[in-house]
């Protein structure tokens, strides 16, 4: 089970790289896309986070 929550996060933050560099040279601050943006860049490391230390708590 460990190695799925270590490739879980790993997708997860590879997603969010992907993200980051697919906004490049995009004006999205306009309409309100920026705190969007943020938010959800928050609750994804917010999920990270959670899931990698409740890696104990899964059983294998």
Same mark, same amino acid.
């Given at each position: 089970? =460990?190695r %799925? @929550?270590?490739? %879980? @996060?790993?997708? +997860?933050?590879?997603?969010?790289?992907? +993200? &980051? !560099? =697919? +906004?490049?040279?995009?004006?999205? &601050? *306009?309409?309100?896309?920026? !705190? %969007?943006?943020?938010?959800?860049?928050?609750?994804?490391?917010? @999920?990270?986070? +959670?899931?990698? *230390?409740?890696? *104990? *708590?899964? &059983?294998?």
């Amino acid at each position: 089970m =460990s190695r %799925t @929550v270590d490739r %879980t @996060v790993e997708d +997860l933050d590879r997603a969010m790289r992907e +993200l &980051r !560099k =697919s +906004l490049r040279g995009i004006p999205f &601050r *306009s309409g309100g896309f920026k !705190k %969007t943006h943020d938010n959800l860049a928050r609750d994804a490391a917010l @999920v990270a986070v +959670l899931i990698d *230390s409740a890696r *104990s *708590s899964f &059983r294998n």
